[in-house]
């Protein structure tokens, strides 16, 4: 079983045997797969443990709330100590957090101790995320990426679709521990998936790191994240979240200034001022935003309609179903016609907002909901795959945060600015806000991405100010 080691850029960090990469890969879909019901399971559950566990029901929303912000705040550290050790052990442990913390909530004694544990595993979750990333990006070449992140993306999509039944179908089998046991044995599972699996870490590492710039970069995001939670959760007084966004401000202010004067900031900037890099973030973040305005907002519409719960159930379908069963084909679509294929879907979607601005009839919500439904499902995981072929194998794990990092606060500043919005205007105006968010990222996309037989995701010569040539990957 030799493991090697490649110098080239467009070739894997490491070289493994078929079945080897294969069980990579499984594992890390098993993993992709507990995320979207840690995240649904306790929204679903968070009235009942309120109501049963002792403690102050302010502490209810933070079972939500304390997973989120840090899994944010941990997200970039996490993905830059994955690249800097063994990256299956640390995939491992992150896996073996969430498994024990979701044993522990099961079991949890009071509300205080369920938030305190929800932070360790949104700890453990950013463990798995950025350790995942970076073991995928390290042994697999940029030119298989797309098919990877299409395999990926099905997983996700259909978490994400069947979540809240699976957080149901839990709570009326076993009450609420039970949807804390689930996604612990799935981890858990995903975890034993690396046994007898190389490290994969590689050797050379620089051990300086920019531990103050990674913090204050957490830091930052977490507040700016739980912030918006926070408001759009209502019922909290202003100074809760104007407090935390004082907190994001003045962490982003100190991050320049570290940054600035670090030798090797946290902050991969290399990657940020790649056009490309930053149109697919934008693009994904965009899609995320319709996707949860959309959840919110259909339904909504629909009862206004005197929509029944059969046809509301297959509006919803239409809207979900999709991301489970297409990400192959739009892995496929994506080898010649990415930009497009991405750019098309995000001015879809922004017609389709408007569309919606213009007549509520339970017609319209069906085609719209079918129309954002497939144009998620013929990109889910395109932005990723294409994103992640200017990643160096040696910084997947960073790379794969700041992007991970972009999509989930694009996501949610798009819901908390829909929600302002659709208390002042209505439902059909917070997709308004979500379509404009498509509609930028699409203008983006074509712009900052290169076309045609270009979109390849491979080198491509260019030249620096001073006019020695470099090499860049094309998307």
């Not at 995001?221 to 003045?250: H, R």
């Not at 389709?352 to 497939?374: D, F, K, N, Y």
């Not at 960073?398 to 600015?417: D, I, K, P």
Request: net charge positive; proline share 7%; charged share 10%.
């Amino acid at each position: 079983m030799a493991l090697g080691i490649l110098l080239s850029r467009s070739a894997p960090l490491f070289v493994l045997s078929t079945r080897q990469r294969r069980r990579v890969l499984a594992a890390e879909l098993v993993s992709t797969a507990v995320f979207p019901l840690a995240i649904t399971g306790a929204t679903a559950v968070v009235p009942e443990v309120t109501a049963r566990l002792p403690g102050p029901d302010a502490f209810g929303p933070w079972v939500v709330l304390a997973y989120n912000g840090l899994f944010a705040a941990a997200l970039l550290l996490a993905g830059a100590t994955a690249d800097r050790t063994a990256r299956t052990g640390f995939f491992a442990v992150g896996n073996g957090l969430v498994a024990v913390t979701g044993v522990l909530s099961a079991f949890a004694p009071d509300l205080p101790s369920l938030v305190a544990l929800r932070v360790l595993a949104g700890v453990g979750a950013a463990m798995c995320a950025a350790g995942g990333s970076s073991m995928i990006l390290a042994v697999y070449p940029p030119e298989e990426r797309r098919r990877v992140y299409g395999y990926s993306g099905a997983v996700l999509g259909g978490s994400l679709a069947l979540g809240p039944v699976v957080a149901q179908a839990l709570m009326a089998v076993g009450g609420w521990p039970l949807v804390f046991l689930a996604p612990a044995a799935v981890a858990a599972l995903a975890a034993l998936a690396t046994s007898g699996l190389p490290g994969l870490r590689a050797p050379g590492t620089p051990g300086r790191f920019d531990l103050a710039g990674a913090v204050l970069f957490g830091v930052t995001v977490a507040a700016a994240v739980t912030a918006l939670g926070l408001g759009l959760g209502g019922g909290v007084p202003w100074w809760g979240p104007g407090g935390l966004i004082a907190v994001a401000v003045a962490g982003a202010v100190l991050l320049v200034r570290v940054e600035r004067r670090a030798a090797e900031p946290a902050i991969p900037v290399d990657l940020l001022r790649i056009p490309a890099y930053r149109a697919y973030g934008l693009a994904t973040g965009a899609f995320m935003g319709m996707l949860v305005v959309g959840l919110t907002v259909l339904p909504q519409l629909g009862a206004v309609q005197g929509m029944g719960p059969g046809t509301a159930a297959v509006m919803l379908s239409l809207l979900t179903v999709p991301s489970t069963v297409l990400p192959l084909v739009a892995a496929r679509l994506a080898r010649r016609l990415a930009r497009a294929q991405v750019t098309v879907a995000l001015f879809a979607c922004a017609a389709t907002a408007v569309v919606l601005q213009l007549t509520e009839r339970p017609a319209a919500l069906l085609g719209a909901a079918a129309v954002v439904g497939l144009c998620l499902g013929l990109t889910e995981g395109v932005p990723d795959g294409q994103a992640l072929a200017y990643v160096p194998a040696r910084r997947g794990g960073a790379g794969a945060a700041l992007f991970s990092t972009t999509r989930m606060s694009l996501e949610t500043l798009v819901l908390a600015a829909a929600t302002g919005v659709m208390a002042a205007l209505g439902p059909a105006a917070g997709l308004a806000v979500a379509g404009a968010t498509c509609l930028v990222a699409g203008v983006v996309v074509r712009r900052a991405v290169p076309g045609g037989r270009r979109d390849r995701g491979r080198p491509v010569r260019r030249r620096t100010p001073g006019g020695r040539p470099r090499a860049t990957p094309r998307s």
